[in-house]
């Protein structure tokens, strides 16, 4: 797939073309979502807020409020395609077939809709706002983090010359290319593409998945990308995110419902799941209190996401808590997703599958170098490891700009539950520059479920 992204650019034929093509278009974690909720949760009502992390970029000023409002009206007038339904239906997902339920792929064929939206600029950010049903809501997050995503990069474009954009693909197709041969040949190597929330756009985003699969072969396994995934015929990748435990939280009625709220949404998703999909998401209110208090079957889930804490911290938490229950960590998943690039996926790599010195040069290891030597890594210490590479995959034009400025420079934007049933939602996470909700809400989760193990570190992406 050769796409001459800076003629495309200049002549503006991008200005024509909807962001979200499909309703596959989003993360594949947001679909078996939407299956739990669809399931277990049909009446629910929510609300998701945007929030701009980045508040340097007055996102209300450089992104059109009228072409946001045009593309979100865009989406929601979208409707899963038969060609999509039957893949969901027929494809097989972490080798087994069957995933989704007729009754649930019926129901987005026949009935599913998106919310409607608020929409407007307050004190140059944008604020909006989705709320409804949860089965209407959720998947509205990916579209709109890659909707403005897109429209801020294509207001940036639209001020170069021909040129200029010439030099900034080139800059960005060579970075690839380094970070790529830096990462090709490494033994054992997992990395996945995550980068479709805060991607440059989606063309980029198209043109740098089908680069890593044909660069790095199997160490690529797959990308989080449904739409990308069903048209280039990839794994897609992807199980539960935040929200989930979220709204258990909100919806409890005690401190002591607050705090077993996270496990019981474990129980429901195994039973949804059957077993399958089991892979852990501990840092919505703290991975250290999360593990510590965690009932013993929960070791038997098959791995854990980190996304908010160090993640040699957090390996390593994890694998000495799967040996204190009796498992062997060689045979679970440790999955990195927090701010990744080439320095940090190599890193962790070498430090959690012991393959340091293999295929990369010294100065690629050298943080997990100071690890081994302090943590005394041993054979033992040994899990299979994945990195889920997203902003710094899709959005990396830092410096890229032939004028020299930070004008590409991706923004750390989210959209997260924010209410549940007229309750407020928390997301403390282990740093607490990420944590979200009412101030009020927040030191209360805090006193619940405890501070330790919390960094207060600042937010890259």
Request: with cysteine.
């Amino acid at each position: 797939m050769i796409v001459n992204l800076a003629r495309r650019a200049h002549d503006h034929n991008w200005e024509l073309d909807p962001i979200t093509r499909s309703l596959l278009d989003t993360d594949f974690y947001k679909l078996l979502m939407l299956q739990f909720i669809w399931k277990n949760f049909p009446k629910l009502h929510v609300a998701f807020t945007l929030l701009n992390r980045t508040p340097s970029a007055r996102l209300g000023e450089i992104v059109g409020i009228h072409r946001l409002r045009e593309q979100l009206e865009e989406t929601r007038n979208l409707r899963f395609h038969k060609s999509e339904l039957i893949w969901l239906a027929g494809n097989t997902f972490y080798g087994r077939r069957g995933i989704f339920e007729p009754a649930f792929l019926e129901w987005l064929e026949r009935d599913f809709r998106l919310s409607d939206f608020d929409l407007s600029v307050e004190n140059g950010q944008l604020a909006l706002r989705f709320h409804g049903l949860w089965t209407e809501t959720t998947l509205w997050e990916i579209y709109a983090l890659a909707a403005i995503s897109e429209l801020k990069t294509r207001a940036s474009l639209k001020v170069l010359t021909e040129f200029d954009l010439d030099i900034l693909y080139a800059r960005a197709k060579t970075r690839l290319w380094e970070k790529m041969k830096r990462l090709r040949g490494v033994p054992e190597l997992s990395i996945s593409d995550f980068g479709t929330r805060r991607r440059h756009s989606f063309l980029w985003q198209e043109y740098v998945v089908v680069a890593m699969r044909d660069t790095l072969g199997p160490a690529f396994t797959g990308t989080s990308n449904a739409y990308l995934a069903y048209k280039h015929d990839m794994e897609a990748i992807g199980t539960n995110a935040h929200e989930l435990p979220m709204a258990l939280a909100a919806l409890a009625d005690s401190d002591d419902e607050l705090r077993t709220a996270q496990y019981r949404l474990l129980q429901l998703w195994q039973q949804s799941y059957q077993g399958e999909l089991l892979i852990l998401l501990p840092d919505t209110f703290g991975t250290t209190q999360f593990l510590r208090n965690a009932p013993g079957w929960v070791a038997n889930w098959t791995g854990q996401r980190i996304d908010s804490k160090n993640a040699y911290t957090a390996g390593d938490e994890y694998i000495e808590w799967l040996v204190r229950h009796g498992r062997n960590p060689r045979q679970k998943r440790l999955i990195a997703s927090d701010a990744l690039d080439v320095d940090q996926i190599l890193g962790l790599h070498a430090y959690f599958t012991g393959t340091l010195r293999n295929g990369a040069t010294p100065q690629d290891f050298r943080r997990a170098e100071d690890f081994l030597n302090e943590r005394k890594w041993t054979p033992e210490r040994r899990i299979r490891f994945s990195s889920g590479w997203g902003t710094f995959l899709t959005n990396d034009f830092r410096d890229c700009n032939p004028h020299d400025d930070n004008t590409f420079d991706p923004v750390s934007l989210v959209c997260k539950l924010t209410e549940v049933e007229g309750r407020p939602a928390v997301k403390l996470s282990d740093n607490y520059s990420k944590a979200l909700g009412d101030p009020a809400e927040i030191e209360r989760y805090r006193r619940v479920f405890g501070v330790e193990g919390l960094a207060d570190v600042p937010v890259v992406t």
